[in-house]
């Protein structure tokens, strides 16, 4: 049997929100509250507040990342930012959110061509899956699932996956205040797992950190991280309340605790 150690992460996607002065106050009053927790944090800020955050956490462990890329390096795409951009300021990439896919309409490809930019440029990235409510209706959900993950990580080397995280979000539990459920959860990992395993390999599966995102608060956030195979969670409206997302970085810390104690 494959077994690995895989640091639990919590990650804060901001969206569109914040100005730069909310920004900073933000994050000064979460970096005391983050500190030696034993679990990995990602900030996703807008990038015009990637630099000035930069600079605050220098020094920090609390990780910095970017919501988007452009896969082109370089070039006449105005209104775009590159991986070799980004790669100086911070170390990870978003994509594949569930907005970037139906708002400005990324395919799966694209989503790819972005992850392998990124990669290429020595960042890590977190790669988001979901389904609608309309294609959990049909039955088809791990099926949907399955398929996006393949497009984003087929043909990627084992160094390359190393630095990949998958988001689990179901697009009808994002900003809606409905999670999904333990059961639903804890199915959808377990399908993405056993599928891993046979297209990416045991070892690579049992290294690859999964996520669960969609409507965590401090209140559902222990229950879903005692689901197994869960190593953590991408948080949207949550991660703006410097209490909010400090509880569910402590519900994350303690999971991984009890689960260690229980070894
Ligand atoms: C998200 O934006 O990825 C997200 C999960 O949002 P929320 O936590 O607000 O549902």
Redesign the pocket.
């Known amino acids: 049997m494959t077994t690995a150690y895989r640091r639990p992460l919590l990650a804060g ?1 901001w ?1 569109m929100n914040l100005n730069r002065l909310d920004a900073v106050e933000l994050v000064s009053s979460l970096m005391p509250s983050l500190a030696e927790g034993g679990c990995d944090v990602l900030l996703l800020p807008p990038f015009v507040h990637l630099f000035p955050l930069s600079r605050l956490l220098a020094g920090t462990s609390i990780q910095l990342g970017a919501q988007n890329v452009y896969f082109e390096p370089a070039g006449a795409f105005t209104g775009e930012v590159s991986a070799p951009m980004l790669q100086e300021t911070c170390g990870a990439v978003l994509v594949g ?3 970037r896919r139906t708002i400005f309409g990324e395919t799966d490809e694209v989503v790819a061509r972005k992850l392998r930019a990124l990669l290429s440029s020595g960042m890590s990235a977190v790669l ?1 899956v979901g389904e609608s409510g309309e294609i959990r209706d049909s039955g088809m959900s791990a099926s949907h699932v399955l398929m996006q993950t393949d497009a984003a990580l087929g043909g990627l080397d084992q160094e390359q996956l190393s630095r990949c995280v998958i ?1 689990y ?1 179901p697009i009808w ?4 205040g409905k999670s999904a459920t333990q059961a639903e959860v804890g199915e959808m990992v377990t399908a993405l797992r056993q599928h891993l395993v046979g297209s990416i390999g045991a070892d690579a599966e049992a290294r690859l950190r999964i996520l669960y ?4 608060t401090p209140a559902n956030a222990a229950g879903l991280f005692a689901i197994p195979g869960v190593d953590g969670a ?6 703006l309340d410097a209490d909010g997302f400090t509880a569910i970085y402590h519900a994350l810390c303690a999971s991984t605790a009890q689960a260690d104690g229980g070894q």
Do not use: Y
């Open positions: 996607n969206k959110h569930s907005e988001a988001a979000e539990a994002i900003g809606t995102g969609g409507s965590v991408l948080v949207g409206g949550a991660s």
